[in-house]
């Protein structure tokens, strides 16, 4: 299947007709990021929609909404495969289109991370410093869910729509239809609305909802490292105390295990005909006629002269602040065992952690539940697996006679 991409003339009249509604959209650039000579404002006035009643297949209402015939589709492919910047535009379109008439699949590929849910503790997902070592970039989405890898073997869809036409189901088929047209793929959706074949998830899937806008994600296994991904995933060796949402591990397939002349290229483009050629809420095959009523595939170049205030965006999602210090409050304990003349000791460590701060760091002593202060000038610091190291080497300096006359409360 060969890939069509329409690309406009003006970029400006690109956006505006798709919908940008709380942003005056003044600068633009084309492919070869050249400067228009020109600015303008457009002022648009929009007539009372054919209304429809459907049902959503994800809460079962009845729903008014924009009928079939009045809502066009777009597949938006970004051109960028940083993480940090595909979050900020998923998040710039959320925030700033009119999907009423207008539904969009946003297409896109990351260089390796690892990206948790928006209530998500990393520190219990991976081993963070370990990610930083090997050049993975660590990333925390707008959405819930658990724990993902990306690499460029991996296809990331984002289907939006008004908050009321808001239909995983519908978003879920698209892909397995694609898969079954494609390559003769038969994919199953399960009860956690992962997409699997023989019980291997190809895909997860994630959701933001808010109003008047929703947008559903998910990822697609083509081509990924499984080896890389597997080793991402794999955390510190402590207890973790956390009421962070966890993860929840299941077998990974790459479609190239079952036909290796899938890509993603391929899928990309498969995925988005069948995006195009289906209704707009039914999962009606329009064929060909359908397709051509839509508004096709466009190359989305995600910087500040397409996008007015998506370098803001991206530099709260690449923040420390977001990525670590929206880390849901947890505890770290850790088993230390000192070396004695006669025997040794065991105690744990505790390390509180709050906004991805260290707020407090103590013993517990042998055989009780009283908790001794450690001090230490990593208190206030952040959290993160070499800091807790570091904490554990400096104490094994200590001798067992101290950690007793503690116990005995002689110091």
């Known amino acids: 299947m ?18 940008a509604t709380s942003t005056e959209i003044t600068r633009l650039a084309s492919d070869n990021n050249t400067t228009p000579s020109t600015t303008s404002t457009t002022t648009t006035t929009t007539t009372t929609p054919t209304t429809a009643t459907k049902t959503s297949s994800s809460t079962g209402k009845r729903v008014a909404a924009v009928a079939d015939a009045d ?39 990351n260089q390796p991370c690892v990206v948790i849910g928006r209530h998500q503790n990393p520190f219990t997902e991976a081993n963070v410093s370990r990610l930083m070592e090997r050049g993975i970039t660590l990333a925390r989405r707008n959405s819930g869910g658990g724990a993902v890898y990306h690499d460029p073997g991996n296809l990331n869809c984002t289907f939006f729509t008004p908050r009321e036409r808001y239909d995983r189901k519908y978003n879920l088929n698209i892909v397995t239809r694609s898969l079954f047209r494609e390559w003769a793929i038969k994919a199953e959706i399960n009860d956690r609305d992962d997409i699997v074949i023989a019980n291997k998830k190809i895909s997860g899937t994630a959701a933001k909802l808010g109003r008047p806008n929703a947008y559903h994600h998910c990822t697609i296994l083509a081509t990924a490292n499984k080896l890389h991904l597997s080793e991402s995933l794999v955390k ?176």
């Open 2 to 19: 060969s890939i069509l991409l329409r690309r406009n003339s003006s970029q400006l009249r690109l956006l505006q007709r798709l919908g």
């Open 71 to 109: 809502i066009k589709k777009s597949v938006f492919i970004s051109q960028s495969n940083d993480i940090y910047t595909n979050l900020a535009l998923e998040d710039w379109l959320y925030r700033n289109f009119d999907f009423s008439h207008h539904h969009v699949l946003l297409l896109w590929a």
């Open 236 to 411: 510190e060796k402590v207890n973790y105390i956390s009421r962070a949402t966890a993860s929840v591990p299941s077998p990974i397939r790459n479609l190239a295990d079952v036909n290796r002349n899938v890509n993603v290229q391929q899928l990309l483009s498969a995925v988005g005909y069948e995006y195009l050629r289906t209704a707009a809420t039914s999962l009606e095959d329009g064929g060909s006629t359908q397709t051509m009523n839509q508004r096709g595939f466009q190359l989305i170049n995600p910087t500040e002269k397409w996008f007015p205030g998506i370098n803001d965006l991206r530099a709260n999602f690449s923040s420390w602040d977001w990525v670590i210090g929206k880390t849901p409050k947890f505890t770290v304990e850790k088993e230390l065992e000192l070396k004695g003349n006669e025997s040794g000791m065991k105690l744990k460590l505790n390390v509180e952690v709050e906004a991805g701060l260290m707020t407090k760091i103590s013993l517990q002593l042998p055989q009780s539940e009283q908790l001794v202060p450690v001090v230490t000038p990593l208190q206030g610091q952040a959290y993160n697996e070499q800091n807790l190291n570091g904490i554990m080497d400096a104490l094994k300096l200590v001798s067992t006679s101290n950690v007793q006359q503690a116990m005995n409360g002689s110091i």
